[in-house]
């Protein structure tokens, strides 16, 4: 008999504890998260882009730097712009080679939404200027950005997230006709 009521006894105790235990849950609405501040937002990133044009999509890792006003790469992605003037698949691959890394700034201006505890990013990109080299000859090729949508930096989990368009492409003074505008989305990017 002494064995079955020292078991209950510890169940019983148990089960005390673990409604306190339970019941000091209910109390708290959750972690302190804190706000966010302007002061969290530069850094060198690394985060996921997604280049679609048309039906082509294309995945990869990216590193870039945000400064004060500014987001900068070291190395913008271009293959596909390059495909896009130089339709020869050897000849693009050529001029990519030949063309080396790419730099790329994206001027932004931010505010603080403490009700969302985000940091909005409005971004005003320039045009991207390419000297491409086809058949011994350059093709000035003047790349037109635009972003349709706010850039978000988030304080729950310290992310940065934005999108750009290639809009249009110019070779030469020629507007490149048809064309299927090229979307550069970085939907999850984490400082190093």
Same mark, same amino acid.
């Given at each position: 008999?002494?064995?079955?009521?020292?078991?209950?006894?510890f169940?019983s105790?148990l089960?005390?504890?673990?409604?306190?235990?339970l019941?000091s849950?209910?109390?708290n609405?959750g972690p302190?998260? @804190?706000?966010v501040?302007?002061e969290?937002? =530069?850094?060198?990133y690394?985060g996921?882009?997604?280049? %679609?044009?048309?039906n +082509? $999509?294309r995945?990869g890792?990216k590193?870039f730097k945000?400064?004060?006003d500014?987001i900068?790469f070291?190395?913008f992605?271009i293959?596909?712009?390059?495909?896009?003037?130089?339709k020869?698949p050897?000849?693009a691959?050529t001029?990519?080679?030949?063309?080396?890394k790419?730099?790329?700034?994206?001027?932004?201006?931010a505010?603080?939404n403490t009700?969302n505890?985000v940091i909005?990013?409005?971004?005003t @990109?320039?045009?991207m200027?390419?000297?491409i =080299?086809?058949?011994?000859v350059n093709k000035?090729?003047v %790349?037109?950005?635009? +972003? $349709?949508?706010?850039?978000?930096y988030v304080?729950?989990?310290q992310t940065?997230?934005y999108a750009?368009?290639?809009?249009?492409?110019?070779v030469d003074?020629t507007?490149v006709?048809p064309?299927?505008?090229i979307?550069y989305n970085?939907p999850?990017c984490?400082?190093?």
């Amino acid at each position: 008999m002494k064995k079955l009521t020292v078991p209950r006894f510890f169940i019983s105790v148990l089960m005390i504890l673990a409604g306190f235990a339970l019941s000091s849950c209910n109390d708290n609405e959750g972690p302190d998260i @804190p706000p966010v501040k302007m002061e969290n937002l =530069p850094g060198n990133y690394k985060g996921k882009l997604i280049i %679609v044009q048309g039906n +082509s $999509k294309r995945e990869g890792i990216k590193e870039f730097k945000v400064k004060k006003d500014t987001i900068s790469f070291a190395e913008f992605p271009i293959e596909e712009i390059v495909k896009t003037v130089v339709k020869n698949p050897a000849k693009a691959e050529t001029a990519l080679k030949s063309m080396g890394k790419v730099k790329y700034d994206i001027k932004y201006a931010a505010v603080i939404n403490t009700a969302n505890n985000v940091i909005e990013l409005t971004l005003t @990109p320039k045009t991207m200027e390419l000297q491409i =080299p086809v058949d011994g000859v350059n093709k000035k090729t003047v %790349v037109e950005f635009v +972003s $349709k949508q706010k850039g978000y930096y988030v304080g729950l989990d310290q992310t940065l997230r934005y999108a750009l368009t290639a809009e249009k492409i110019t070779v030469d003074g020629t507007l490149v006709t048809p064309y299927e505008v090229i979307d550069y989305n970085f939907p999850f990017c984490i400082k190093n």
